[in-house]
């Protein structure tokens, strides 16, 4: 149980915070893109990284709100270097728009945190015409990461610093439906299951981390991926469903972590030097973990990465 606090390898338990695991790092002279860094685990993991030294792009839907959350940011911490740009990851043209602004401002990037996601919704289509939890938290990550893998590339290579991108999984990967990946019928309402759907989104995510952390080993490249689970936490991914949301808010208190616990993995993950190197993994409670069999697959990575970029190729 996390409220025990009982420690893995790593030193650290679930009940640590993203600054004590980050705790004596500087991370001056990184560069960061988080999204969905407004509000919850990714605006927690954009102030601590922000405490650290880093320079961090905060990649919102949201503009005002974005804003807002770096005022909050910059009236704890004078110095944070913090920018708000906007994404919105359902839609590929706002994808592509948000890489060719960030491309042109000339900047490195040395981690990619691919924090945004939505939990179990009712079935919708993307502007797209994907599947609105497999084009949120999957496929627009997927488009993103490939349009700012030249940079990251160009950055590990100038800078000698490792990169690392950062995929927010879940447990909740083991919940999706019979195969893994509904390649067939993707995008089709007849037999979608919200939490299913969402377990396949989150096991896209694991294996996506998978593929590139291979891809990364054959080229020979100075970067990471690795995916996390952040923990059950209380937070508006629960929107959809009112009842639940009740109930998580009475018992968050006492059996779920809070936002500072449930952002610590991806703090880890991003930034602590005992992950220098390791990449292809997946962590709980800043800890490597044991996914499900199918997110060890690699030919089932190797077909979702193929299956990804026949919505993505222009």
């Known amino acids: 149980m996390w409220f025990l606090g009982l420690k893995g390898p790593s030193g650290f338990s679930a009940s640590s915070t993203a600054e004590q695991v980050t705790e004596g790092v ?13 509000s919850g685990i990714g605006l927690e993991t954009t102030r601590v990284l922000a405490l650290r030294g880093v320079h961090v792009i905060m990649a919102v839907r949201n503009v005002e709100a974005g804003r807002k959350a770096k005022e909050e940011i910059l009236e704890q ?10 994404l919105d990851l359902s839609s590929m043209d706002s994808v592509r728009k948000f ?17 945004a ?17 497999f084009a949120t938290n999957h496929i627009g990550h997927f488009l993103l990461t490939n349009l700012l893998l030249e940079n990251m590339k160009r950055t590990a290579s100038e800078s000698g610093k490792e990169g690392r991108i950062v995929n927010l999984s879940s447990k909740g990967h083991q ?4 195969g893994g990946i509904r390649f067939d019928k993707i995008n089709e309402a007849s037999g979608y299951k919200e939490w299913s759907a969402y377990g396949q989104s989150k096991l896209a995510n694991i294996l996506h981390a998978n593929e590139l952390g291979r891809r990364f080993k054959d080229e020979g ?3 990471t991926a ?17 009842a639940v949301s009740g109930v998580m808010n009475k018992l968050s208190a006492l059996f779920l972590k809070n936002v500072p616990q449930g952002a610590a993995t991806t703090c880890y993950v991003a930034l602590n030097p005992q ?11 800043s800890n490597k973990a044991k996914p499900s069999a199918l997110a060890k697959d690699e030919e089932l990575a190797k077909k979702l990465w193929d299956f990804s970029l026949s919505f993505t190729n222009p």
């Not at 911490?77 to 906007?86: Q, T, Y």
């Not at 993307?126 to 939890?133: K, L, R, T, Y």
């Not at 995916?227 to 059950?232: A, I, K, M, T, Y």
């Open 275 to 285: 992950v220098k190197g390791v990449t292809g993994e997946y962590f709980v409670d």
């Open 26 to 38: 500087d991370g001056n002279g990184l560069t960061a893109i988080i999204t969905g860094a407004a």
């Open 99 to 115: 890489a060719s602004e960030y491309t042109s401002l000339n900047l490195p990037l040395n981690l990619l945190i691919n924090n």
């Open 175 to 178: 919940w999706t439906y019979p």
């Open 77 to 86: 911490i004078p110095s944070a270097k913090v920018e708000v740009m906007r």
């Open 117 to 133: 996601g939505v939990m179990a919704s009712p079935f919708s289509l993307s502007v797209d015409h994907i599947e609105m939890q």
């Open 226 to 242: 690795n995916s996390v689970h952040p923990g059950v936490i209380a937070t508006n991914l629960y929107r959809h469903h009112g």
């Open 221 to 223: 490249v100075n970067i």
